[in-house]
């Protein structure tokens, strides 16, 4: 029964979510939690670039 719940996210849900949040951390602490992960974000999407693109060997024998 708890399984099936998931599938059924809809605009009701989402409202008490953001209400459930905004009761929580208050409307002043939403843009720097907002901040955090965005930055969070950024540097782990730059993280994986550094990792898949091929380093260059400045000095070939």
């Given at each position: 029964?708890?399984?099936?719940?998931?599938g059924m996210?809809?605009?009701?849900?989402?409202?008490l979510?953001i209400?459930?949040?905004?009761?929580?951390?208050?409307?002043?602490?939403?843009?720097?939690?907002?901040?955090?992960?965005?930055?969070?974000?950024?540097e782990?999407?730059?993280?994986?670039?550094?990792?898949e693109?091929?380093?260059v060997?400045?000095?070939?024998?």
């Amino acid at each position: 029964m708890a399984l099936t719940f998931l599938g059924m996210i809809g605009g009701p849900q989402i409202i008490l979510i953001i209400a459930v949040v905004l009761l929580l951390f208050g409307g002043r602490k939403i843009p720097e939690l907002m901040k955090g992960l965005g930055s969070g974000i950024k540097e782990f999407k730059n993280a994986t670039k550094e990792e898949e693109s091929p380093k260059v060997d400045e000095k070939k024998d």
